[in-house]
C-alpha cells in the first residue's frame, strides 16, 4: 500500500531552469513532510520539511509548497544547476510518537548544461 | 565527528548464508532504523528501534533480523530466508520528537548486499 506518491520518475531539465517534483498522499495522520537529496552511492540528506500549518517554506533556492485540501506538496529547485542532479525523495511522517517516515519511490533529476 | 558509520560498504553473500550489516552511531540519537533500497521502488522500512532492547518489524521484515542491546549499535542480519537480498541497506537514527513535532532522520552511507 502506497501512501505517498511521487512524479514524476526522472526529470531532465536545463541549467537555470526550475525543477518541480510533486507528491500526494492520503493519510491525514501526516503532520511532517521532509524532502531528503541523495546522490550515487550515498545515503540520503535532509533538504527541506514543512509541517501542514504554512503552505510554503523557501530555504536558498529550494521551496516546498504544501496544499493541505489537496494533499498535494511539491518540491521547487529555482537556478537549477549540474550539481543538483540527484535522487529526490519526498516523505510523510504521522505523529503516533515512533517517527516511521514512508518515503516516495524517488524522482531521478538531471540538469543539463 | 558525529554520525552514522555502515560497514562493510560492499557484501557478499552466499547461498543459504547469514550475513550482518553493521550501524554504529554517535550521535546520542535513542531512535534507529534500518531501510532496503530497490531500483524505482524508493525506501521500505525493514525494523526500527525506538530504545534499547526494544523494536518493531517494518513493512518488510521478514528474512531479517536485529537487535539493539546498546544505544549506539544497531546490526542488521539477513538470514538465508530473504530470497531476494541484493539492495542498497540504509541504517538511519533520530531523536524522539516532542509531541506534535518531529526530528530528522539522518542516514548512514549505505552497505550494498550482493548475492554470489
Known amino acids: 500500500q502506497q501512501q505517498v506518491k511521487q512524479s514524476p520518475q526522472s526529470l531532465i531539465v536545463q541549467k537555470g531552469g526550475i525543477s518541480i517534483i510533486n507528491c500526494a498522499y492520503e493519510n491525514t495522520a501526516f503532520d511532517y513532510f521532509p524532502w531528503y537529496q541523495q546522490f550515487p552511492g550515498k545515503g540520503p540528506a535532509l533538504l527541506i520539511a514543512i509541517r501542514p500549518d504554512v503552505s510554503e517554506k523557501k530555504e536558498g533556492r529550494f521551496t516546498i509548497s504544501f496544499n493541505k485540501s489537496a494533499k498535494q506538496f511539491s518540491l521547487h529547485i529555482m537556478d537549477s544547476q549540474p550539481g543538483d542532479s540527484a535522487t529526490y525523495f519526498c516523505?510523510?511522517?504521522?505523529?503516533?510518537?515512533?517517527?516511521?517516515?514512508?518515503f516516495g519511490t524517488g524522482t531521478r533529476l538531471t540538469i543539463i548544461p | 565527528d558525529g554520525g552514522i558509520t555502515q560497514s562493510p560498504k560492499y557484501l557478499f553473500r552466499k547461498e543459504g548464508q547469514n550475513v550482518t550489516l553493521s550501524c554504529e552511531q554517535n550521535l546520542n540519537h535513542d531512535a534507529m532504523y534500518w531501510y532496503r533500497q530497490d531500483p524505482g521502488q524508493g525506501l521500505r522500512l525493514i525494523y526500527y528501534s525506538q530504545i534499547v532492547n526494544d523494536f518493531q518489524k517494518g513493512d518488510i521484515a521478514e528474512g531479517y533480523s536485529v537487535s539493539r542491546e546498546k544505544k549506539e549499535s544497531f546490526p542488521l542480519t539477513v538470514t538465508s530466508a530473504q530470497k531476494n537480498p541484493t539492495a542498497f541497506y540504509l541504517c538511519?537514527?533520530?531523536?524522539?520528537?516532542?509531541?506534535?513535532?518531529?526530528?530528522?532522520?539522518?542516514f548512514g552511507p549505505g552497505t550494498r548486499l550482493l548475492v554470489l
Open positions: 538511519a537514527s533520530s531523536r524522539p520528537g516532542l509531541a506534535g513535532g518531529g526530528e530528522t532522520q539522518y
Open positions: 516523505a510523510a511522517r504521522a505523529n503516533f510518537g515512533n517517527e516511521k517516515l514512508t
